[in-house]
């Protein structure tokens, strides 16, 4: 699996700012590098 | 040294018939003559005649440790044979209070490491008979039906043996023999290095080739002392995390998720990689855990030290790295 498709990030409860923009930047990365390809055989 | 394994054998015949006749132990475990050339097999005694069966010998490949969770549910107390790298099975064990002290006879022997019964009955012929064996340091020294054989400890011994760093037990309440010390072994996670070098393409084709052959059989779990949950997430029907499915993606998830589940609980026994029938390298994977334990915590080899918390079993206030 490419390592972009992975991420970690440490938000604690009262960051809802920064869990916003990580979820937003996490979004556009996997849709730039499109669909999944490993991992798939059972759909 | 030259230490025979015919005299280490006689010495743990009357160590476990003692404690049979005793009583200390209702039950021992060691190991007794395959029926294949340079196999043996484990062998489970309850009356002390019966420890003239038990034999030691460089082809005690299994690590008995694991049998103790098959008499975690009964009041018996359980004598086990181990070497170095069993004994730090008992000690993970102990720490996950998987099996009571109180009701544990530990009998250590020291290891210099165990021959590929594999590629020793390739050079024998399946029909030879094992007689004794004698340590000569650089070698061993069989004695069989057709002669003596000499075998290269660098070229026959298990590839867990070469990196041995424990070829005396941790922890044991009889020992046998004497203690031994191999001197210099090879250095350790020089594969685990040469994978992570590999780009992430690389290193999945490298997987997947075997991956693929995975039968899903489960022998690595079932053979794995580290593999102790009362309900197994594979076995489980739901929630479908893996699918029962052989294919490769699914082969990969159960791979993955069993290395990271026994994460500080993985001595390096080696037995999911023996007993594998399609010979995956499985102690690639879990020596990449071992590695980033090493390196990550700085933490010893687990069940290396009973005093010691494990790496992935406590929590400290004054944690180097913060939560960011």
């Given at each position: 699996?490419e390592p972009e498709r992975?991420?970690?990030?440490?938000?604690?409860?009262?960051?809802?700012?920064?869990?916003?923009?990580?979820?937003?930047?996490?979004?556009?990365?996997?849709n730039s590098l499109g669909?999944?390809?490993?991992?798939?055989?059972?759909? | 040294?030259?230490?025979?394994?015919?005299?280490?054998?006689?010495?743990?015949?009357?160590?476990?018939?003692?404690?049979?006749?005793?009583?200390?132990?209702?039950?021992?475990?060691?190991?007794?003559?395959?029926?294949?050339?340079?196999?043996?097999?484990?062998?489970?005694?309850?009356?002390?005649?019966?420890?003239?069966?038990?034999?030691?010998?460089?082809?005690?490949?299994?690590?008995?440790?694991?049998?103790?969770?098959?008499?975690?549910?009964?009041?018996?107390?359980?004598?086990?044979?181990?070497?170095?790298?069993?004994?730090?099975?008992?000690?993970?064990?102990?720490?996950?209070?998987?099996?009571?002290?109180?009701?544990?006879?530990?009998?250590?022997?020291?290891?210099?490491?165990?021959?590929?019964?594999?590629?020793?009955?390739?050079?024998?012929?399946?029909?030879?008979?094992?007689?004794?064996?004698?340590?000569?340091?650089?070698?061993?020294?069989?004695?069989?039906?057709?002669?003596?054989?000499?075998?290269?400890?660098?070229?026959?011994?298990?590839?867990?043996?070469?990196?041995?760093?424990?070829?005396?037990?941790?922890?044991?309440?009889?020992?046998?023999?004497?203690?031994?010390?191999?001197?210099?072994?090879?250095?350790?996670?020089?594969?685990?290095?040469?994978?992570?070098?590999?780009?992430?393409?690389?290193?999945?084709?490298?997987?997947?080739?075997?991956?693929?052959?995975?039968?899903?059989?489960?022998?690595?779990?079932?053979?794995?002392?580290?593999?102790?949950?009362?309900?197994?997430?594979?076995?489980?029907?739901?929630?479908?995390?893996?699918?029962?499915?052989?294919?490769?993606?699914?082969?990969?998830?159960?791979?993955?998720?069993?290395?990271?589940?026994?994460?500080?609980?993985?001595?390096?026994?080696?037995?999911?990689?023996?007993?594998c029938p399609v010979n995956?390298?499985?102690?690639?994977?879990?020596?990449?855990?071992?590695?980033?334990?090493?390196?990550?915590?700085?933490?010893?080899?687990?069940?290396?030290?009973?005093?010691?918390?494990?790496?992935?079993?406590?929590?400290?206030?004054?944690?180097?790295?913060?939560?960011?």
């Amino acid at each position: 699996m490419e390592p972009e498709r992975i991420s970690l990030s440490w938000i604690s409860g009262s960051e809802g700012a920064k869990f916003s923009q990580t979820v937003t930047e996490i979004t556009e990365k996997i849709n730039s590098l499109g669909p999944n390809k490993k991992m798939r055989d059972n759909q | 040294m030259n230490q025979s394994f015919n005299s280490l054998t006689e010495e743990l015949r009357s160590v476990a018939q003692e404690l049979l006749r005793e009583g200390k132990v209702n039950m021992f475990i060691g190991f007794g003559q395959g029926t294949l050339t340079a196999r043996t097999t484990p062998l489970f005694i309850s009356k002390p005649d019966a420890a003239a069966a038990l034999t030691w010998s460089p082809f005690c490949s299994n690590n008995l440790a694991g049998y103790l969770l098959d008499y975690r549910e009964t009041n018996e107390t359980i004598g086990v044979l181990v070497k170095g790298c069993d004994s730090r099975s008992i000690i993970r064990l102990l720490q996950d209070n998987q099996f009571p002290r109180s009701r544990l006879v530990v009998i250590g022997i020291p290891c210099a490491g165990l021959l590929d019964s594999e590629k020793v009955t390739l050079e024998l012929g399946p029909q030879t008979e094992i007689g004794d064996v004698t340590d000569e340091d650089d070698n061993f020294l069989v004695s069989t039906t057709t002669g003596q054989h000499r075998f290269a400890k660098k070229d026959y011994l298990l590839p867990k043996c070469l990196e041995c760093i424990d070829s005396n037990p941790v922890i044991c309440d009889h020992f046998t023999g004497k203690k031994i010390n191999i001197g210099e072994v090879n250095e350790r996670f020089v594969e685990i290095k040469s994978l992570e070098a590999l780009s992430p393409q690389e290193r999945s084709r490298y997987w997947d080739g075997y991956f693929q052959n995975c039968l899903r059989c489960y022998a690595c779990r079932n053979v794995c002392p580290a593999c102790n949950c009362r309900e197994c997430i594979f076995d489980q029907a739901g929630p479908d995390w893996v699918s029962k499915r052989n294919n490769l993606s699914e082969n990969t998830a159960f791979q993955i998720i069993r290395a990271l589940h026994v994460a500080g609980r993985c001595v390096d026994c080696g037995e999911c990689d023996r007993v594998c029938p399609v010979n995956i390298p499985l102690r690639h994977l879990n020596q990449k855990v071992l590695k980033d334990i090493d390196e990550l915590f700085d933490a010893p080899m687990p069940g290396t030290d009973l005093e010691q918390q494990p790496v992935l079993g406590h929590y400290c206030a004054d944690d180097p790295d913060e939560f960011k």
